[in-house]
């Protein structure tokens, strides 16, 4: 187990197309750290660096005490968790989770127990005779773990290990990685584009947008306070609404936005802080067109178009309320959901 | 074509028989030749059964060939042929794939032109370098030599093109799991890529072995040693005797004893082929 300290680690193609562009971040030991953005943003180049499949540019790079920029990938001490699984098709479950160990000169019988316990505790002790071609997706994915885990490394390196697994099976997975990490306290980075992945997994989180970090907290740090319009678009499902300040100006009781930080000209309202029914605090009132109403079950999505402006808004209440499409919807947003931005610089404005 | 109509059923069988037929009846009939007396062939009317010669032509031609027309046993001409043939598949095989192997995964300086060249030489088949590839063997004295017989027929682009298109479809993957998993280059060829591609080197094996097999023009060019014959070349002269009424029934043994070992290939690598074809996963 080991810290994986980046200093202003950089990635350039040829052409001078910069992939990743000086990051910053120390993961610290035991740590489970989830990079997430956009697809093209650089998070899964990124940890193919810390990986050693991808060369680096500039910075440096630390897995411990040692500076690794110039190590090949097995004498990293880490292990890698592929997208496809990437298991060896001709090899037996057995087989794969022990060619790492063979390769490291690993005497048989410490082979033996190494792959029969990682095999226990993934429960996939049945299938360790058979080929990966005759294994069910979640069972692969539980290979491609197993053959991480027996190695015992200082870092787990996950590349977006559950994209390929359908809607139910990747919850499952997603809470038994959790639960894997926190009993075996191997340090991990996480590449994912999925904010709900991200958000359930991580201890803490990096939000990578164009090659450069927008904001490193934990979860809820991230989107109590996003510290950009990019985290605050990205983080949170249905996206946050941008609205900007000088439309809630016009929308009569507006003394609550008086005291909003210099320089805001956009104002950030999750679509949970969009009340249908008026709270006790002093709130601003706005009125909308409803124009679609979509019943996800225990909730509900209320796409809705602002009086005397196109822009399109979405509110997140719980139940099914008693709307119609195309009825005038008022809603209250009290001054403690309002995040203010400045769309200039896209950052937050305090 | 999922059509459950018995008249179709019967009309797709009909045409399948015929074409079974147009191919294996001159096989027979070649059969039937190397069964009978040397003049039952020419006498007009084609035996269709078996007759009782069988045992002399066959072994005639396996023991002592055919002295008057200056052909060795046939023993030795089918241990030439093998010989040939297995170098030309194993070595077109065994340079190919170490070729497309270093073109896919390894960066170095004019990769591409590497790759242009051997892509090049598709165009320039034997026949068409035949006197300077001549010249050069013969200049290295390797005429009247297995070694003259079979190195200029295995520098291969097709094999070596073939293997590229396949490794290129090999996913990146495995091989970054393997740097992971502490496999070397050559380590990951032997383990990962030689295993996955099992597929692909038995049917290059096979269309190999047969192009082997059936050489005729380069092993007449530069073996005038009996003892280098090899099979094509010997039912060739078996064939040639101008001034005699051709021993039919040696010549039909002599073909279907030449049909034997790549029949044997392909009936033994069919069961790798059909595995290569239903075989999706990679």
């Known amino acids: 187990m080991a810290s994986i300290t980046l200093e202003g680690l950089r990635k350039t193609y040829a052409g001078d197309v910069h992939a990743v562009k000086g990051i910053d971040l120390a993961i610290e030991d035991g740590e489970f750290v989830v990079l997430v ?134 919850v499952q997975m997603r809470v038994e990685i ?66 900007p300040l000088e439309y809630l100006q016009t929308r009569g009781t507006t003394d609550l936005l008086n005291d909003l930080p210099p320089g805001t000209d956009t104002v950030g309202i999750r679509p949970d802080d969009m009340r249908l029914s008026p709270p006790n605090t002093p709130h601003l009132i706005v009125e ?22 196109d822009q399109p808004t979405v509110i997140r209440v719980s139940g099914q309320p008693p709307v119609n499409e195309g009825e005038t919807l008022r809603f209250f947003v009290t001054r403690e959901a309002l995040h203010p931005f400045n769309s200039a610089t896209g950052l937050r404005t305090g | 074509m999922v059509e459950n109509r018995p008249f179709l059923n019967i009309l797709t069988h009909l045409v399948l028989i015929a074409g079974v037929l147009v191919v294996a009846f001159p096989v027979y009939v070649a059969f039937i030749a190397s069964t009978h007396e040397p003049s039952a062939f020419v006498r007009g009317v084609l035996p269709l059964l078996p007759g009782d010669n069988m045992f002399e032509s066959y072994g005639q031609m396996l023991s002592s ?41 390894f960066r170095f300086p004019f990769r591409m032109l590497a790759f242009w060249i051997i892509f090049i030489t598709l165009m320039l088949p034997v026949e068409v370098r035949i006197i300077p590839t001549y010249a050069v063997v013969a200049n290295l004295g390797m005429l009247n030599s297995y070694a003259g017989l079979t190195l200029p027929l295995i520098a291969s682009a097709t094999a070596t093109f073939l293997f590229r298109q396949f490794f290129m479809t090999v996913p990146e993957e495995l091989m970054e799991a393997s740097r992971v998993d502490g496999a070397g280059p050559m ?18 094996f096979v269309i190999m072995f047969i192009y082997g097999w059936v050489q005729y023009l380069w092993p007449l060019l530069v073996t005038t040693d009996e003892d280098f014959y090899t099979i094509v070349l010997g039912i060739k002269r078996l064939m040639a005797s101008s001034d005699r009424v051709p021993a039919w029934n040696l010549i039909m043994a002599t073909v279907t004893l030449a049909m034997l070992p790549p029949v044997l290939v392909v009936l033994f690598m069919q069961r790798l082929f059909v595995k290569g074809l239903t075989e999706t996963e990679k």
């Open chain 1, 37 to 170: 953005g956009p697809s093209g943003c650089g998070k899964s180049t990124l940890l193919r660096m810390v990986a050693g499949l991808e060369t680096i540019t500039g910075g440096t790079l630390k897995i411990g005490d040692r500076v690794v920029n110039k190590l090949e990938p097995a004498e990293r001490d880490i292990a890698m968790v592929f997208q496809n699984y990437a298991l060896y098709p001709h090899m037996t479950v057995y087989n794969n989770l022990a060619y790492g160990l063979k390769n490291r000169g690993f005497k048989k019988p410490e082979i033996e127990e190494r792959v029969r316990k990682a095999a226990k505790m993934l429960e996939i002790e049945e299938y360790l005779e058979r080929k990966p071609r005759k294994l069910s997706g979640g069972q692969r994915q539980r290979v491609a773990m197993g053959r991480a885990l027996v190695r015992e490394p200082a870092a787990f390196l996950f590349d977006e290990p559950l994209s390929n697994l359908d809607a139910k099976l990747r």
């Open chain 1, 178 to 243: 959790k639960q894997l990490q926190r009993r075996l306290k191997t340090t991990s980075l996480y590449v994912t584009h999925d904010q709900l992945e991200a958000m359930t997994l991580g201890d803490r989180l990096v939000v990578l947008s164009a090659g450069k970090i927008e904001q490193v907290g934990t979860p809820m740090e991230i989107y109590a306070r996003p510290a950009s319009m990019f985290v605050a678009g990205f983080i949170g499902s249905p996206a946050m609404n941008m609205v």
């Open chain 1, 288 to 309: 909308s067109t409803l124009e679609l109403f979509e019943a996800a079950g225990a909730e509900s999505h209320l796409y809705v178009r602002l009086a005397d402006s």
């Open chain 2, 65 to 105: 060939g055919w002295k008057v027309g200056g052909t060795p046993p046939v023993w030795l001409m089918l241990g030439n042929s093998l010989i040939m043939a297995l170098t030309i598949a194993i070595g077109k095989i065994a340079i190919s794939i170490l070729s497309a192997f270093a073109i896919v995964y």
């Open chain 2, 187 to 204: 380590k990951f060829f032997k383990d990962i890529l030689l295993p996955v591609s099992i597929t692909n080197i038995a049917a290059l």
